[in-house]
């Protein structure tokens, strides 16, 4: 399809609709050890680019995480998180789908480039969220504290969008 294309009312229903869900989606936290949570934001992201392209999950990785910092009192964090989130879901959705919903990639190799595309997303958010929680906490060892936690939301996000992703895709193609 056209790279082009321009954003029409459709896409932006759909945009908005899947920001709220990555919102909530952000907002479920899963017990993983001791004191330790993981958030299902990131698999709702990763998903979404498997599914319907660059465009639309970063768009709404940006402004579902960005409104998620906002309503949920992390705002020293909104701009961060529109950003890396929002590239993060542009990179899935480029790599795995391509830009829109309408793009042909290769659907035999579907789970490998998923697979590669959630591991690149991974890598951003980590070295995104490492400068932004420095730069919000003042401290590098804050910040390097943190990777764990953010490797852990990575892993469950991967490991869910390659179990939901391609099949879901496969559903709404019909």
Not at 41 to 51: K, N, V
Not at 66 to 83: A, I, R, V
Not at 131 to 143: E, M, N
Request: glycine share 14%; net charge positive; hydrophobic share 50%.
């Amino acid at each position: 399809m056209n790279c082009k294309r321009k954003l029409d009312v459709r896409d932006i229903v759909f945009i908005g609709v899947l920001s709220s869900m990555c919102t909530i989606a952000t907002t479920i936290k899963i017990p993983f050890g001791v004191g330790a949570m993981v958030h299902l934001g990131s698999a709702f992201l990763y998903t979404m680019g498997i599914i319907f392209g660059g465009v639309y999950a970063g768009l709404a990785g940006a402004i579902g995480s960005g409104f998620y910092d906002l309503l949920m009192g992390f705002s020293p964090y909104t701009l961060w998180s529109f950003l890396i989130k929002g590239i993060a879901g542009l990179i899935v959705g480029r790599v795995a789908k391509g830009l829109w919903p309408e793009s042909t990639a290769n659907t035999s190799k579907l789970f490998v480039r998923a697979f590669f595309a959630c591991i690149l997303a991974a890598v951003w958010t980590l070295g995104g969220y490492i400068l932004a929680w420095w730069y919000v906490t003042g401290s590098l060892a804050t910040a390097l504290g943190n990777i764990p936690s953010s490797l852990m939301t990575s892993g469950v996000g991967l490991s869910i969008a390659l179990l939901l992703g391609p099949k879901l895709r496969k559903l709404l193609r019909r």
